[in-house]
């Protein structure tokens, strides 16, 4: 399919999978704004490479539904419910192309949600796309995670990590754990998990003062896709020596 005719595709419209899958289900403004970030995304591939991920079928299941799914418990309110005091905070963890911030910002425009990226260009980009979007609940970051990590005005200020295709399991652990609350949450979205993964990252969550608090296996409801995803609880501080210096999480995972 060329770019210009995907310019012109329509998300499909399945209100049924939302709501016997997250039990939540996206209204008109909702839909409006997902149309949105697909069309400016399809836009800028060819410019900033953003995602591979562009017909409009694969991109609702593997972008917009994939990224909700995740973040269900918070869509129904049954973490960090809408019409709290407190302005809850979340960071997305190597966001790429927005994904899942960007989502779950629409969805929930109370939450706060920063957008961290190594990489500039796509940082901008999204930056440029959420004033576009009117989204004032969206905040953007050029950084590395172990630095951000380290940074007073970031460490343990978040109430909600968020971690997708970022890399080992325990890296993404040490990227988010410093950076939540104390009873904050994370979320770290895997493909295929085994028993013997979630025993083994449960001593590095220790050492990084959180807890496995559960693990949902499920599929994609377009194509099968197996997925999980883990949610993590700040239990106590991180130590002071996590995050490591940058790039080291990655060359010797915990």
């Given amino acids: 399919m060329s770019q210009d ?12 999978i939302w709501h016997e899958t997250l ?26 490479n953003l995602t591979r991920i562009v017909e409009a079928e694969e991109f609702w299941e593997k972008h ?17 419910p809408e019409g709290d005091a407190e302005k809850y ?10 994904f ?14 920063m957008l961290l990226d190594s990489t500039r260009k796509k940082v901008n980009f999204l930056q440029q796309l959420a004033e576009e979007l009117g989204m ?6 050029t950084a590395r995670a172990e630095k951000v990590g380290r940074q007073s005005c970031d460490r343990e200020s978040y109430d909600l990590a968020l971690a997708r295709a970022v890399g080992p399991a325990s890296v993404c652990l040490e990227y988010a754990l410093p950076l939540l609350k104390i009873g904050g949450m994370a979320i770290l979205y895997r493909g295929h998990w085994t028993e013997e993964e979630t025993e083994k ?7 990084l003062g959180g807890v496995i608090s559960t693990v949902e296996a499920f599929t994609t409801p377009l194509t099968r896709g197996v997925r999980n995803c883990l949610y993590l609880s700040k239990i106590k501080p991180t130590p002071a020596q996590f995050p490591r210096a940058v790039g080291l999480p990655k060359q010797k995972p915990l």
């Fill in 5 to 16: 005719s995907l310019q012109h595709s329509r998300l499909p419209d399945l209100p049924d």
């Fill in 136 to 141: 004032e609940n969206i905040k953007t970051m």
């Fill in 100 to 113: 899942p911030g960007f989502p779950l910002a629409i969805a929930r425009p109370d939450i706060e949600v």
């Fill in 89 to 98: 905070r979340a960071i997305d963890i190597g966001t790429g192309a927005g």
């Fill in 201 to 207: 990252l449960s001593t590095t969550a220790a050492q």
């Fill in 64 to 80: 917009l539904w994939d990224s909700l799914r995740g973040v269900s418990c918070v869509l129904r309110g049954e973490v960090f």
């Fill in 23 to 48: 039990g939540w289900q996206p209204d008109a403004g909702h839909l409006l704004e997902f149309q949105s970030l697909y069309d400016r995304i399809v836009d800028a591939n060819t410019q900033f």
